[in-house]
């Protein structure tokens, strides 16, 4: 079935995480507004990735890893023709001009720079094509995803961590009554004085993000530092944190041969309709 | 004395919770629909503002009404009030809108907040070809493996008395426990 969506919904991490979990074959194709990635996995690894506007032939990737000259990468460009990258690899190995691991390694370090990049995007549409494998004149190789994904991870870290302490950003914020603070002679950035002059109980979080030209991360970034410093509060709806009676509760003054029965009976009508 | 019991519906925009209570309700869904006016929610044409109300007549002493919550993030406030005595939950998630998987997580964590009872989560829309995989949507939603997450289709009644009788079968463990 299709895998597709924007990652302004749906992170980079959370892609490789999930072709790695379920070991997914194919080609992921994440597109910005600029540019277009293509990576490619085999059995939920890394095998390949090339990104538009950017030499992905392996004469260029050993080029920019300064494993060839640029007089040898000239002669390559110029004299090569057509030749793929499997057979110029071979023939760069056996002539004695580089050796097998300085080519696997400046593919792997071209292909971590890619996704490193994408890790970035924070917008882009994607689509993952089921078996789609990597051009087939292409040196595939095979990488765990894992630590890709911890550097990955620690930034969704950050963004789920903040999300977490301030889960709703309709709320507003209030100083606190702290005597002896003088706010001004705090040593605050920039960002964080913008939010700071908006702050007001009418104003909610997400109006101040606005006003300050602020993404959800920064402004969450500032208002958590604010919090943890103790200089504001947030000012929750009446009511929020009430609890509601659970299950238990909602069926209380029945034994539970009776509640047995209730549920019973619902399955047994819910199944004849 | 006639007894009644209640589900509750909830999930993000336009996921199919209105369709789903049609679907198996005996009379006609009691919904205050209203054109939407916002930007971002023109997908459909009108959205439930108040609630959807359904109705199940068990037998003469037991009647399960199924009610929706409103679908647009400002009447949250009746999420609340929508849950008080509910036997359990559905959070219906629209395969085909990974953008709202974030937020079905938020409404799912919000629900458990408000009334440790039951639930399960509905992979709805699994009929259309752009669906996403259950599996990989459990990924997305970061659900425990031992959370039900069903495929459904809100109108195939046959996939929504599933969804219902699978909540059911966890109250009654629960109530069993």
């Given at each position: 079935m299709a895998l597709k969506g924007?990652?302004?919904?749906?992170?980079?991490?959370q892609l490789l995480n999930l072709v790695n979990l379920a070991k997914k074959t194919?080609?992921?194709v994440v597109e910005s507004a600029s540019q277009a990635a293509r990576i490619t996995f085999r059995e939920g690894k890394l095998a390949y990735a090339e990104i538009s506007n950017e030499d992905s032939r392996l004469g260029a990737i050993l080029h920019k890893a300064n494993v060839l000259t640029p007089a040898q990468y000239r002669t390559i460009s110029q004299?090569?023709?057509?030749?793929s990258d499997k057979e110029l690899g071979l023939l760069l190995i056996n002539s004695g001009h580089v050796t097998q691991r300085d080519v696997i390694t400046s593919l792997q370090n071209h292909f971590l720079d890619i996704l490193q990049r994408l890790f970035n995007w924070d917008e882009g549409q994607f689509y993952f094509n089921n078996g789609e494998a990597l051009p087939p004149d292409r040196i595939p190789i095979r990488m765990d995803l894992e630590n890709i994904i911890i550097e990955g991870s620690r930034r969704l870290r950050e963004w789920e961590q903040l999300q977490d302490e301030l889960p709703n950003l309709d709320l507003a914020l209030k100083f606190t009554d702290r005597p002896g603070v003088n706010i001004q002679k705090l040593n605050m950035s920039v960002e964080e004085w913008k939010v700071v002059s908006y702050i007001n109980p009418k104003n909610s979080i997400r109006q101040i993000a606005k006003a300050s030209?602020?993404?959800?991360?920064?402004?969450r970034r500032v208002v958590y530092s604010l919090l943890q410093a103790g200089l504001v509060e947030l000012v929750r709806p009446e009511g929020i944190e009430q609890s509601l009676p659970g299950l238990e509760q909602t069926l209380a003054g029945k034994s539970k041969e009776e509640q047995k029965n209730l549920v019973n009976r619902l399955i047994g009508r819910i199944r004849s309709l | 004395m006639m007894q009644t019991v209640k589900m509750v519906v909830t999930g993000p925009f336009n996921s199919g919770?209105?369709?789903?209570?049609?679907?198996?309700?005996?009379?006609?869904?009691?919904?205050?629909?209203?054109?939407?006016?916002?930007?971002?929610?023109?997908?459909?044409?009108?959205t439930t503002v108040a609630m959807d109300f359904g109705r199940i007549t068990v037998d003469d002493?037991?009647?399960l009404y199924l009610f929706g919550t409103p679908g647009q993030k400002r009447f949250d406030f009746m999420w609340e009030i929508l849950s008080e005595g509910m036997l359990g939950f559905i959070v219906m998630v629209d395969s085909t809108r990974p953008e709202t998987f974030r937020e079905a997580r938020t409404i799912l964590e919000t629900f458990r907040a408000y009334a440790p009872t039951p639930y399960v989560v509905a992979a709805n829309k699994q009929d259309k070809p752009d669906a996403w995989d259950v599996e990989d949507m459990r990924i997305a939603?970061?659900?425990?493996?031992?959370?039900?997450?069903?495929?459904?289709?809100?109108?195939?009644?046959e996939s929504v008395k599933t969804v219902l009788i699978e909540l059911l079968q966890i109250i009654m463990r629960e109530i069993s426990k």
């Open positions: 924007n990652l302004r919904d749906f992170t980079i991490t194919g080609t992921l004299r090569a023709g057509n030749i030209r602020m993404s959800d991360l920064e402004i | 919770k209105t369709e789903f209570i049609q679907t198996v309700s005996e009379i006609d869904v009691v919904s205050t629909e209203r054109k939407i006016t916002a930007e971002a929610e023109k997908i459909k044409e009108s002493e037991l009647v939603l970061r659900l425990d493996k031992n959370i039900p997450l069903l495929p459904a289709v809100a109108r195939d009644k």
